[in-house]
Nanobody, 126 residues
Framework: QVQLVESGGGLVQAGGSLRLSCAASGLTFNQYTMAWFRQSPGKEREFVAALRRSDTTTQYLLDSVKGRFTIYRDNAKNTVNLQMNGLKPEDSAVYYC??????????????????WGQGTQVTVSS
């Protein structure tokens, strides 16, 4: 049984930092693209960041988070993390960890991912 368990969300003031972590089990971790998505009330789930299984150094990021967010994975520990700096109120959302055997062209789409965590709330106050 595949499980993705997120942690690290919370309330932070604008300009602050949070680090989200996702622990994966029940899958061969290094064979999956790992990603973070977010969803705000009334909006569609939005791609935030991903690392491909075949290249763990090239970060794929939403344009609005470039320079502020960093995604990194530890294949030995089956974890993927999202370091978020310079947070803005518009970053407030439920953040989800996702795993999938994606191809490059579909990596930014939620439907390409097979497994999802339960989500963790991030709230940035102004």
């Amino acid at each position: 049984q595949v499980q993705l368990v997120e942690s690290g969300g919370g309330l932070v003031q604008a300009g602050g930092s949070l680090r989200l972590s996702c622990a994966a089990s029940g899958l061969t971790f290094n064979q999956y693209t790992m990603a973070w998505f977010r969803q705000s009330p009334g909006k569609e789930r939005e791609f935030v960041a991903a690392l491909r299984r075949s290249d763990t150094t090239t970060q794929y990021l939403l344009d609005s988070v470039k320079g502020r967010f960093t995604i990194y994975r530890d294949n030995a520990k089956n974890t993927v993390n999202l370091q978020m700096n310079g947070l803005k109120p518009e970053d407030s959302a439920v953040y989800y960890c996702a795993a999938g055997r994606t191809i490059l062209s579909s990596m930014r789409t939620a439907i390409a991912y097979n497994y999802w965590g339960q989500g963790t709330q991030v709230t940035v106050s102004s």
